[in-house]
């Protein structure tokens, strides 16, 4: 009787372990969705970015060309 009741708390410990390691692998999830995100966002500021000198010299090139 003693047996199955230190049985039922070993599993028990094992289900509280095993609900901590889970929740740690959650966090890191979210952490990592998180990081993907923020990234994505980077590149896309970039590529406007980038973008927008294009733009921007293109225009300074017609500019010049009118003035000429």
């Given at each position: 009787?003693?047996?199955?009741?230190?049985?039922?708390?070993?599993?028990?410990?094992?289900?509280?372990?095993?609900i901590g390691?889970?929740?740690e692998?959650?966090?890191?999830?979210?952490v990592?969705?998180?990081?993907?995100?923020?990234?994505?966002?980077?590149?896309?500021?970039?590529k406007?970015?980038?973008?927008?000198?294009?733009?921007?010299?293109?225009?300074k090139?017609?500019?010049?060309?009118?003035?000429?």
């Amino acid at each position: 009787m003693a047996s199955n009741h230190l049985d039922e708390n070993n599993k028990l410990q094992e289900v509280v372990d095993n609900i901590g390691m889970l929740d740690e692998i959650l966090m890191r999830l979210k952490v990592m969705v998180i990081l993907d995100t923020v990234i994505k966002q980077v590149n896309t500021l970039r590529k406007a970015t980038e973008m927008s000198r294009e733009m921007i010299m293109s225009e300074k090139e017609k500019m010049q060309d009118e003035n000429n």
